[in-house]
Antibody, heavy 119, light 107 residues
Framework: EVQLVQSGAEVKKPGESLKISCKDS????????IGWVRQVPGKGLEWMGI????????RYSPSFQGHVTISADNSISTAYLQLNSLKASDTAMYYC????????????WGQGTLVIVSS | YVLTQPPSVSEAPGKTAKITCGGE??????VHWYQQKPGQAPVLVIH???DRPSGIPERFSGSKSGITATLAISRVEAGDEADYYC???????????FGGGTKLTVL
């Protein structure tokens, strides 16, 4: 069974960096894309970027390019989202989600990682 | 790339609730729908305009006409109360986009 398990909640100070993980316990890596989605409290879903785990081909939303880094280690079936120079406005829930090759939708989602940025 | 959804939709139990998703990109791309209940991750309920994933009740259906896609939930019940998001993928520049979301209230 596919299961994406994300790392736990984080509290950070402005200016710090953070790396969130998303591990596939169902062994579907590496032949899938893993996308990252942000949800600010009380707001909608925002697509941040996506990585093809097998070869680390990565694409970013223009809204997040330069502020985040997406990576993956297929030897441990894990994808990562790094957030740089955190601001209070980065406070949000971050989800990873799987997209099968040849499709355009996200069929499985992680449980989400809450990030709080506060001084 | 903008997908426009109504902020809220209300319907009485047993009726059919309809949520729309509009935009220039809808006509030329497959539309997918997600349900998100409070405190939970999104769940795929419709993909490729009309297809229902395994495990999703038949009460959920999707359609598309021109630049507007519609998610219909028949015989709506209290358990269907959630936020619903449409999504498309742009192959040309490998970019995803979500609609703003619609809060469904069952009266």
């Amino acid at each position: 069974e596919v299961q994406l398990v994300q790392s736990g909640a984080e509290v950070k100070k402005p200016g710090e960096s953070l790396k969130i993980s998303c591990k596939d316990s169902g062994d579907s890596f590496p032949n899938y894309w893993i996308g990252w989605v942000r949800q600010v409290p009380g707001k909608g879903l925002e697509w941040m970027g996506i990585i093809y785990v097998a070869d680390s081909d990565t694409r970013y939303s223009p809204s997040f390019q330069g502020h985040v880094t997406i990576s993956a280690d297929n030897s441990i079936s894990t994808a990562y989202l790094q957030l740089n120079s955190l601001k209070a406005s980065d406070t949000a829930m971050y989800y990873c989600a799987r997209r099968q090759v040849g499709t355009t939708w996200f069929d499985y989602w992680g449980q989400g990682t809450l990030v709080i940025v506060s001084s | 790339y903008v997908l426009t959804q109504p902020p809220s939709v209300s319907e009485a139990p047993g009726k059919t609730a309809k949520i729309t998703c509009g935009g220039e990109n809808v006509g030329s791309n497959r539309v997918h729908w997600y349900q998100q209940k409070p405190g939970q991750a999104p769940v795929l309920v419709i993909h490729s305009d009309t297809d229902r994933p395994s495990g999703i009740p038949e009460r959920f259906s999707g359609s598309k006409s021109g630049i507007t896609a519609t998610l219909a939930i028949s015989r709506v019940e209290a358990g269907d109360e959630a936020d619903y998001y449409c999504q498309v993928w742009h192959d040309s520049d490998h970019r995803g986009v979500f609609g703003g979301g619609t809060k469904l209230t069952v009266l």
